[in-house]
């Protein structure tokens, strides 16, 4: 049976089904919303958690709660970047998404945006993104040149490697050091230990999210970590959690946070651990889906640990 052909209206199948965009977006505007995942905001949440974590963590060396500015700034970067990560994504991905039913109406894939005009947002966010840039100290302008490598291979690691989640880990946490760059002008032990762990926490979330697309994924032949673990993978979530709570912890005793960051940080540990890594299910794609996203949380959870370990 042939399914019908998604158009604007649609929302897609990992999206709120009362998002905004189709709520309230104008019709037009739809298609494009989409293409940046802006009717999925937990994406931007991911790419900016990191980065917040890492101001935090500069500011709490020294004794002072993050700069709100820098925040903000991190914000409006994690929306731009995180919309044209995904509309290269898409560009690049094409025609594995057209045999997923998860990504089947993509704007891209569907045909509704067509590969230029997708280009031409990618290359808009990308100048509106240099544009916060070049507002940081120059060792962030150094950095954000290197996070492009990552962003770039990343749409091809599924189809070389097992796991691409633990490049998008990679990618996705570079905010981290950014971010304490941009607070501290400089980097220390504390800000790669911080990254390392987002990097576990990433790989966690994102075997996860891998859940919803298994019997897709083995027909398009994409590679990923919850194929490769199979059964195993709850088990592999639990540990790569583990790393991801040891390694923050690391970074806060090298730091020297205060008692408040590690209360925070054992209500972080308990809703890895707890929260998700004993509910995951290889067979429940749904439950997949909720737990993937209250990963927000998770991160909003630690960023408010770093920054109360200035007391």
């Given at each position: 049976?042939?399914?019908?052909?998604?158009?604007?209206?649609?929302?897609?199948?990992?999206?709120?089904?009362?998002?905004?965009?189709?709520?309230?977006?104008?019709?037009?505007?739809?298609?494009?919303?989409?293409?940046?995942?802006?009717?999925?905001?937990?994406?931007?949440?991911?790419?900016?958690?990191?980065?917040?974590?890492?101001?935090?963590?500069?500011?709490?060396?020294?004794?002072?709660?993050?700069?709100?500015?820098?925040?903000?700034?991190?914000?409006?970067?994690?929306?731009?970047?995180?919309?044209?990560?995904?509309?290269?994504?898409?560009?690049?991905?094409?025609?594995?998404?057209?045999?997923?039913?998860?990504?089947?109406?993509?704007?891209?894939?569907?045909?509704?945006?067509?590969?230029?005009?997708?280009?031409?947002?990618?290359?808009g966010c990308c100048l509106a993104s240099l544009a916060i840039l070049l507002?940081?100290?120059?060792?962030?302008?150094?950095?954000?040149?290197?996070?492009?490598?990552l962003v770039a291979a990343y749409p091809f690691m599924k189809r070389i490697?097992?796991?691409?989640?633990?490049?998008?880990?990679?990618?996705?946490?570079?905010?981290?050091?950014?971010?304490?760059?941009?607070?501290?002008?400089?980097?220390?032990?504390?800000?790669?230990?911080?990254?390392?762990?987002?990097?576990?926490?990433?790989?966690?979330?994102?075997?996860?999210?891998?859940?919803?697309?298994?019997?897709?994924?083995?027909?398009?032949?994409?590679?990923?970590?919850?194929?490769?673990?199979?059964?195993?993978?709850?088990?592999?979530?639990m540990a790569f959690y583990a790393v991801a709570a040891a390694l923050a912890?690391?970074?806060?005793?090298?730091?020297?946070?205060?008692?408040?960051?590690?209360?925070?940080?054992?209500?972080?540990?308990?809703?890895?651990?707890?929260?998700?890594?004993?509910?995951?299910?290889?067979?429940?794609?749904?439950?997949?889906?909720?737990?993937?996203?209250?990963?927000?949380?998770?991160?909003?959870?630690?960023?408010?640990?770093?920054?109360?370990?200035?007391?």
């Amino acid at each position: 049976m042939t399914e019908p052909r998604a158009t604007s209206d649609t929302p897609l199948p990992d999206a709120a089904p009362t998002n905004w965009v189709d709520r309230w977006a104008p019709v037009a505007l739809r298609p494009w919303l989409k293409l940046g995942r802006f009717d999925r905001p937990a994406g931007i949440w991911l790419l900016m958690l990191p980065g917040w974590q890492g101001i935090a963590l500069a500011g709490a060396m020294q004794g002072r709660w993050p700069d709100p500015v820098l925040l903000l700034l991190f914000l409006l970067g994690a929306g731009l970047m995180r919309a044209a990560g995904c509309a290269y994504n898409d560009i690049v991905d094409r025609d594995i998404d057209a045999k997923v039913a998860r990504t089947a109406a993509r704007p891209v894939a569907s045909g509704r945006i067509t590969v230029k005009q997708a280009w031409a947002f990618t290359l808009g966010c990308c100048l509106a993104s240099l544009a916060i840039l070049l507002m940081l100290p120059p060792l962030c302008w150094l950095l954000g040149v290197l996070s492009l490598g990552l962003v770039a291979a990343y749409p091809f690691m599924k189809r070389i490697t097992w796991w691409p989640q633990a490049w998008l880990g990679l990618t996705f946490n570079w905010g981290a050091l950014m971010g304490f760059a941009a607070a501290a002008d400089e980097l220390s032990p504390s800000a790669a230990l911080l990254y390392a762990g987002g990097v576990f926490w990433t790989l966690g979330y994102d075997t996860i999210y891998a859940i919803q697309d298994l019997e897709d994924d083995a027909l398009a032949g994409v590679k990923s970590s919850a194929r490769r673990l199979g059964a195993a993978a709850p088990g592999a979530v639990m540990a790569f959690y583990a790393v991801a709570a040891a390694l923050a912890a690391m970074a806060g005793a090298l730091a020297g946070l205060g008692p408040l960051f590690w209360a925070g940080l054992a209500v972080y540990a308990a809703h890895l651990l707890a929260l998700q890594g004993l509910r995951v299910k290889v067979d429940d794609p749904a439950l997949a889906l909720r737990l993937f996203r209250s990963n927000s949380l998770a991160g909003l959870i630690l960023f408010a640990a770093v920054a109360a370990g200035s007391l």
